[in-house]
């Protein structure tokens, strides 16, 4: 009789360790970012880094020429979103 209680529990205890935990996020735990967030981030800084770069070496004659120095700002502009983003990067 006393190998029925121990049988009887090692099937119940594999029965319960056989079946998947299931992952409940609770308020406070952030989920993950999605899979695009990291390449738009990089994207939008190093977009920014790129408007700058061709506005010195064009000496001022692209992106935008009418815009004259403030290509300058929208470059530094596009790349803020991108260090912005960085701020929800989990």
Sequence with gaps: MG???SA???RMAR???SKPQRAEAT???EAPNPVWFKPVMFGFMLIGLAWII???VSQGRFPIPDLGSWNILIGFGIAFVGFLMTTRWR
Excluded: D
Aim: aromatic content about 14%; proline content about 7%; hydrophobic content about 35%.
């Design 3 to 5: 190998t029925v209680p």
């Design 8 to 10: 009887r529990i090692t």
């Design 15 to 17: 029965a319960k360790s």
């Design 27 to 29: 308020s406070g735990e």
């Design 54 to 56: 061709v506005f010195y």
